[in-house]
């Protein structure tokens, strides 16, 4: 499975950004999908997750501002960030199941200037 991210970039606080990323290369179903981050001098944190019947976990730094959908049909995951804070500033990483088996984008780098 191979995917690939867009979306990153730079944004004051206070702005949107989207991410999405797309899964391909493989024929079997992607299960669970996700957005993971990390900042300069942290381990990585889970974002959000959706599963494949939609229900969605959001951590509790961004719930209200951030939201995860999914489109099964394009292996598809989309992170909506709304009302951006400095210290959402890291790496963005998305990630995907396949059955047990993780996989992870090569990560893009989100930056919100204050």
């Known amino acids: 499975v191979q995917l690939q991210a867009s979306g990153g970039g730079l944004v004051q606080a206070g702005g949107s950004l989207r991410l999405s990323c797309t899964a391909s290369g493989s024929s079997l179903s992607i299960d669970a999908m996700g957005w993971y981050r990390r900042a300069p001098g942290t381990q990585r944190e889970l974002v959000a997750a959706?599963?494949?019947?939609?229900?969605?976990t959001i951590a509790g730094s961004v719930k209200g501002r951030f939201t995860i959908s999914r489109d099964s049909t394009k292996n598809t995951v989309t992170l909506q960030m709304n009302s951006l804070k400095p210290e959402d500033t890291a790496v963005y990483y998305c990630?995907?199941?396949?059955?047990?088996?993780?996989?992870w984008g090569k990560g893009t780098l989100v930056t919100v200037s204050s």
């Open positions: 990630n995907v199941f396949q059955g047990m088996r993780p996989y």
């Open positions: 959706i599963a494949t019947g939609g229900g969605t």
